[in-house]
């Protein structure tokens, strides 16, 4: 998708400067049409900005979607107690 590739080169300046906001734009722009792997980049962001539930969200539509990845992140924040299992039937 070329929203997931533009928010690549945002996050790390190639041939752009570097941008989150318009990072941030893209990968929402590639959650919406699918894409496991910027729902996996939005987790890790918000993370950074200390949105643990909206970080859950994101992992769990990424696992939903097949991401191997955001499937085992998930199982350690279960296991540290950070997602129950109503946030999995949810």
Do not use: T, W
Request: glycine share 6%; with cysteine; proline share 1%.
């Amino acid at each position: 998708n070329a929203h997931l590739k533009l928010a690549v080169m945002y996050a790390d300046g190639e041939g752009v400067e570097k941008d989150e906001e318009k990072e941030i734009y893209h990968l929402e722009e590639a959650a919406i049409a699918g894409h496991p792997q910027s729902r996996k980049n939005l987790a890790f962001h918000e993370f950074k900005s200390g949105r643990v539930d909206n970080e859950v969200k994101h992992l769990i539509i990424a696992a939903n979607l097949g991401d191997d990845d955001s499937i085992q992140a998930l199982k350690e924040m279960y296991s540290c107690g950070y997602v129950s299992k109503e946030d999995f039937a949810s």
